[in-house]
């Protein structure tokens, strides 16, 4: 796997303070595989894959609130799951860059 921090095809999420080893990684509600779908560099999740998020205009918006259309785009969500004090903690939608 070939992540580098100047990619442009991959996506970095920064992972929340923390979060400590072992921690899971969920993309889009599926989990993720170390080695495979991502790789920790320093404080953060390095994927070889573009993520996305869904860009909503003005007008998008209006016709969702409306219920006139709903929402098509892709939007990729980054999830991580890990234990802080023995209890399980969530960071949800986590942001990130391409």
């Not at 991502?38 to 409306?66: A, H, P």
Request: glycine share 14%; charged share 25%; no cysteine.
């Amino acid at each position: 796997m070939d992540v580098s921090s100047g990619s442009s095809r991959g996506t970095r999420v920064k992972l929340p303070g923390g979060v400590q080893r072992p921690f899971d990684v969920f993309l889009n509600g599926v989990q993720q595989t170390e080695g495979a779908d991502f790789m920790v560099v320093g404080g953060e999740l390095m994927f070889t894959r573009r993520l996305e998020q869904e860009q909503v205009g003005k007008g998008r918006w209006t016709s969702m609130f409306l219920g006139i259309a709903g929402s098509y785009g892709k939007d990729d969500s980054v999830d991580v799951v890990y234990t802080v004090d023995g209890a399980r903690r969530v960071a949800a939608k986590l942001p990130f860059e391409s």
